[in-house]
């Protein structure tokens, strides 16, 4: 059997020029009264992609899926699905079905009745509703509390059962508003790659609303990042951490470190930035920016290694003194501060249980990142 990782891996309709679109934003704007929620926004959602919308409060997620689900329509542009225009279809009319914040079980029903009760209301024969009632039990795992009330079970239970009656109706678009808010941190984990199976085994096009960067990253085939109701940058997982095409982007998914400075010189990408301080970077990503550009260079964590003396042949290091130490079982983080005063993060995994080269606060400390770690940033 394929693990899901590997079918996810293959699966990559965006980067086909012949994949038809699923879902298509369309220069659409939502206005609230003077408030633009949604400022002339552009997406495309692929059938049976895992998509996220990722984004402080605020930022208009919830309106994109509303706008989807039929509960608010755009005050310009259109929203397509599978080539049809929704404009004016209700949103019961619509293949989409929505998962709210709160999920709004039927307290006095049973969890086999608030799973039924769509199925019901669309007037499905009763020997069809049990079987499918059943199905969704055994999917996701509830099959010995089909007699019991939401009261009588636990938070990712009651999401469970929530998520079994959101795709009962078999929607072909299942919109997920802050699915795993409820969840305490480690169930929420557990219950993301539940999510993922889920999904997969359905064949289902997920469109999930999260505030929850590490939530995004593990669930999603892509990620749109969502600022002032403007899409920042569209990718995968990898490629929003990677490769961010923006500071704001970079500073928004995960830590990183910001140098601003100029390209001093460079050709075919490789370049040397003058960051100030008589600090120069060498960076083989410096794509096509001109000598006397100004950038920002930045580099993760992880990809920076702090040691005591200066490493023999690196091409970039840089000395400071430890400024703080931050020890979280895994892995160290380490506080530098160079000696113009910038604080460098940098973070190390605790492989084995004592460091090699132990390092304390204050200690002198240089740290060096190879020319091909970081990315430089034009926005
Ligand atoms: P959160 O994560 O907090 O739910 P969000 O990104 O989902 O945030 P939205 O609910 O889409 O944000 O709201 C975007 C903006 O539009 C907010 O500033 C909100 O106050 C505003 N807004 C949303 N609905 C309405 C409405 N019906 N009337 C007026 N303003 C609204």
């Known amino acids: 059997m394929k693990s899901l990782g590997s079918i996810r891996r293959d699966f990559a309709p965006w980067n086909d020029p012949n994949a038809k679109p699923y879902i298509q934003f369309d220069n659409v704007t939502k206005k ?21 919308l990722l984004g402080a409060s605020g930022c208009g997620k919830s309106t994109l899926l509303r706008m989807l689900a039929g509960f608010e329509e755009p005050s310009a542009g259109r929203i397509l699905l599978d080539g049809q225009d929704l404009r004016g279809i209700p949103p019961y009319r ?5 998962m709210f914040q709160s999920y709004a079980l039927f307290p006095h029903m049973t969890v086999e009745n608030n799973i039924a009760f769509g199925l019901k209301q669309e007037g499905m024969a009763k020997a069809d509703i049990d079987k499918r009632v059943a199905e969704m039990l055994k999917l996701v795992k509830l099959e010995q509390f089909a007699k019991r009330k939401p009261h009588q079970l636990s938070g990712g239970q009651r999401q ?6 959101s795709v009962a109706k078999r929607p072909k678009v299942l919109l997920l508003d802050e699915p795993l808010g409820a969840l305490d941190k480690k169930l929420r984990e557990e ?4 999510l993922m199976d889920l999904q997969q085994n359905l064949g289902l096009t997920f469109v999930v609303v999260t505030h929850d960067q590490e939530e995004a990253m593990t669930m999603a085939d ?10 920042m940058q569209v990718a995968t997982p990898a490629e929003v951490y990677e490769a961010p095409g923006s500071r704001f982007v970079a500073g928004f998914v995960g830590n990183v470190n910001m140098f601003d400075g100029k390209i001093a010189a460079g050709e075919a990408g490789s370049a040397s930035i003058n960051a100030g301080n008589g600090i120069t970077i060498r960076t083989e990503n410096a ?9 920002t260079f930045a580099i993760r964590p992880e990809k920076i290694k702090v040691s005591s003396t200066k490493p023999a042949g690196a091409v970039n290091a840089i ?6 130490i931050a020890y979280l079982g895994d892995m160290t983080v380490y506080h530098v501060r160079l000696d113009d005063g910038q604080v460098v993060r940098a973070s190390t995994m605790n492989a084995a249980r004592l460091t090699e080269d132990p390092l304390t606060w204050n200690d002198r400390a240089w740290v060096s990142f190879r020319p091909d770690a970081g990315v430089v940033l034009t926005r």
């Open 191 to 194: 219950t993301q790659f539940e």
């Open 222 to 231: 892509r990620i749109a990042i969502i600022d002032k109701g403007e899409v």
């Open 94 to 98: 619509r293949p989409v079905n929505m």
């Open 319 to 324: 000395e400071g003194e430890v400024y703080d």
């Open 32 to 52: 609230f009264g003077e408030f633009t929620a949604v400022n002339n926004l552009s997406l495309t959602i692929f059938e049976r992609e895992f998509f996220a």
């Open 160 to 165: 469970r059962v929530a998520l079994a009656r």
């Open 287 to 295: 794509g096509s920016a001109a000598a006397g550009t100004s950038v």
